[in-house]
């Protein structure tokens, strides 16, 4: 057997660095010189703003490679796979030495994520080999009961991780307190959020530790039947989940009397979402499952009593059910020992915007929020000045820069006007304008609206059209006022957790960001010189030497002059994309 | 709100029903008399042909018993559906909240300055269509957009235009 193994990270994020062409360069060397080392694949660690990401294992360890091209992997091999001799200075993630990005490490706790960038997704082996269904062995090998299990769950003090926070353990007593010959399980894998993409990761890179988590719960809520809605935008999730409940079949965790437990059969089919960000909400969800538009209903009935197909079911989150097997295997105290008095364990982050070091981290919840984005995620890019950052997509809120000190779990999170939602941080520096960013997620939940609601309809409608004035310099005296009202409205009269929560993000911004309304309304400025309408780039006569390279980047070709001579900028066909400014080298281009 | 995603002039002078219906046979049988039936079917249809044709809709109203108000309320109602033909590239750009705070508008705005489009319209050529989506996950690579499968990360204005000019200078010279 080969003594040296090269691990290519194949996650979305990798690939779309990239990483296929570098997975095909080392086939390619390996083949045409024969080379003896073993080519193999995992999923993304988490480090995605180092990806494509590779690592090599031999007999002294391990080390993970980052910005890995195919001239780099030409390197890899002949110095370190060849020559037994790694290139430091290409490390990111070693136990050998120290790298720079070690500190995107430091303070982590992998529960959730613990086999991310481990194992070869489509391998149940590598999944068994890291302790992969030894919870649910347990249940049967141990005679554990399905009360015996909510109970750990209730104990390890777990809550929903899709963002309302629910405790699972008490769902799933509801769930198992209603009797029918027909039970349904589901996981929530439609991940709407914009701006996260935990769902998306766990899926691509441990697929099996959902479905084991899937499988408990159905044991402790007595279902016999389980359903995976997946957005059809991650075809690789999808293609992934699919090889691992064949896998699953076949190796007899899914069926009839699974684990020799008389009677406990299952099986997980895969319902491939349509794009709708309100079929994340679980009524809607199982409308859709159900082929209906995907429109929430009244509760009570709760899915619990009545649910897919009128039946009992009960809905968790992928993040969720990552968690079951951990804590079935390993007892609620390796879980609750982490975390604050009431919100326990680990929690996944996608730390993205204008962070340094973006990507995927896992920490014990209570971490501060300082913590997370400037020694795990490094700072802000270029060293700018760090504004707010973004919870909970367009149901969550901005928390500005004075809470940065807040430890971030539900309750100190919530008390900001955010919320933790599914997990999404979205990093925003000076240059983000805040109006425009509560006008985004407006702009996304009017959208999203199934329209059912009167005031989710038209209510964010109107406060769009407020919110687009604003940023584009029109408008008036009154409208904060009227933001407001129109939002405890909508708030107040909308039946699901989109309409009640769409105006999370203007609350928050007018909350702390007043002053940047009342400078686009009266003074006709965008702070943060974001909002093009209210924006011109001017060329600088004195500055400009005429190196035309802001010529060659404009998309639109709207500078035009001679070579060595001032460039001028043609303001009616220009878009105001910035990319002259951002690559002059003379500091020639003015933004107003 | 959702239904307002609808192009208001479906087919652009195509002929909409010129599909050979015998293609989406297996599905049908695949899926007929099966509760929760509708999506998946709508799905597949679109597979084939990379739209739903109003003769498909038909033929899945005779073969299946769904109603076509059923059908349509559903097409209409989630964004993965289309109902008139597409170009052979869809390019989706990410407009989820990390591409936006890092530029998405920036990009969209040059490749319909380029492609002479708007978003969800299909270039005269048949070649691309441009479309907007909410977010592809790949936050960390923002802007990112996505041509077919592939996926492009950490894009300008001009680095977009120049993968989607690269990809119109290969379909001439496959042509040629």
């Keep these: 057997m080969a003594e040296t193994k090269v691990i290519v990270g194949l996650g979305s994020c990798g690939i779309a660095a990239g990483a296929n062409k570098v997975y095909n360069k080392f086939k390619e060397l390996k083949e045409a010189d024969n080379l003896d080392f073993e080519l193999a694949k995992t999923s993304c660690i988490g480090m995605c703003f180092r990806e494509p990401l590779v690592e090599v294992v031999d007999e002294n360890g391990s080390m993970i490679y980052g910005d890995v091209d195919e001239e780099k992997a030409i390197d890899i091999i002949q110095q370190h796979v060849l020559g037994h001799n790694p290139i430091k200075e290409y490390v990111v993630k070693t136990d050998q030495f120290e790298t720079p990005d070690q500190t995107y490490f430091d303070g982590q706790v992998k529960i959730a994520l613990r086999n991310c960038g481990y194992i070869d997704p489509e391998n149940i082996h590598e999944y068994e080999a890291r302790g992969g269904y030894q919870a649910l062995k347990k249940l049967a090998h141990e005679s554990i009961t399905p009360e015996q299990v909510i109970q750990t769950i209730i104990d390890s003090g777990l809550r929903g991780r899709g963002g309302g926070g629910f405790p699972t353990g008490m769902k799933w007593r509801f769930a198992r307190a209603n009797q029918s010959d027909e039970k349904y399980i589901i996981c929530n894998a439609d991940e709407g959020d914009p701006g996260a993409f935990m769902d998306r990761s766990l899926l691509e890179g441990d697929p099996h530790a959902v479905i084991e988590g899937m499988i408990i719960g159905a044991y402790a809520i007595g279902a016999n039947q389980g359903v995976i809605y997946c957005r059809a935008e991650y075809p690789l999730a999808i293609k992934r989940l699919n090889i691992a409940l064949d896998q699953a079949r076949e190796h007899g965790y899914l069926g009839k009397n699974i684990m020799g437990i008389q009677g406990f059969n299952l099986d997980i089919y895969i319902k491939e979402g349509a794009g709708a960000f309100v079929c994340g909400e679980e009524t809607a969800l199982m409308a859709s499952i159900e082929g209906k538009r995907g429109m929430p209903s009244k509760r009570p009935p709760f899915p619990a009593e009545k649910g897919l197909w009128q039946r009992p079911s009960n809905i968790n989150n992928v993040e969720t059910f990552a968690n079951v097997p951990y804590i079935v295997a390993n007892g609620p105290e390796s879980y609750n020992k982490y975390g604050t008095e009431k919100s326990k364990g680990t929690k996944v982050f996608a730390l993205t915007g204008k962070i340094k070091h973006g990507g995927l981290v896992e920490v014990p919840m209570g971490t501060p929020l300082r913590d997370i984005i400037y020694k795990l995620g490094g700072g802000i890019q270029n060293d700018k000045k760090f504004k707010a950052v973004q919870l909970g997509g367009p149901s969550g809120g901005c928390i500005p820069e004075h809470l940065i000190d807040i430890q971030v779990d539900y309750e100190q999170v919530n008390a900001t006007g955010a919320i933790m939602g599914s997990g999404g941080m979205v990093v925003m520096d000076e240059t983000t304008c805040m109006v425009d960013v509560a006008r985004f997620f407006l702009d996304f939940t009017q959208k999203e609206s199934c329209g059912k609601c009167t005031f989710c309809r038209i209510g964010t409608k109107r406060m769009l059209e407020i919110l687009t004035r604003i940023t584009e310099g029109e408008g008036q005296e009154g409208d904060i006022e009227k933001l407001e009202e129109l939002a405890l409205q909508v708030k107040e009269s909308s039946l699901c957790g989109l309409g009640q929560t769409a105006p999370n993000p203007v609350l928050t911004t007018i909350k702390y960001f007043r002053h940047e309304y009342e400078a686009h309304i009266r003074d006709k400025k965008c702070p943060a010189h974001s909002c093009t309408k209210l924006l011109t780039y001017e060329i600088d006569p004195n500055k400009c030497t005429g190196c035309t390279v802001c010529a060659v980047k404009c998309p639109v070709k709207a500078i035009d002059g001679e070579r060595k001579k001032v460039h001028h900028i043609n303001q009616d066909i220009c878009i105001k994309c910035g990319d002259c400014y951002n690559n002059c080298r003379f500091d020639a281009i003015t933004k107003n | ?176």
């Design chain 2, 1 to 176: 709100m959702r239904v307002q995603r609808l192009p208001q002039k479906s087919g652009n002078g195509v002929l909409a029903d010129d599909v050979d219906l015998s293609l989406i046979e297996p599905l049908i049988q695949k899926y007929k008399g099966k509760k929760g039936n509708l999506i998946p079917l709508l799905q597949g249809v679109q597979s084939v042909y990379g739209y739903i044709p109003r003769a498909a809709f038909e033929r899945l109203a005779d073969e299946t018993g769904l109603t076509l108000s059923d059908m349509y309320g559903v097409a209409t109602f989630y964004a993965q559906f289309r109902l008139s033909p597409v170009g052979k590239h869809i390019i989706k750009v990410c407009h989820g909240t990390a591409c936006h705070v890092q530029g998405a508008d920036a990009i969209s705005l040059a490749l319909k300055e380029a492609l002479k489009v708007n978003d969800g319209e299909t270039t005269p050529d048949k070649l691309f269509t441009l479309e907007t989506v909410a977010c592809l996950g790949c936050c960390s690579l923002a802007p990112v957009m996505m041509i077919d499968e592939e996926t492009y990360g950490k894009l300008t204005g001009s680095s977009a235009v120049k993968i989607v000019k690269e990809i119109k200078i290969k379909e001439t010279q496959q042509k040629g």
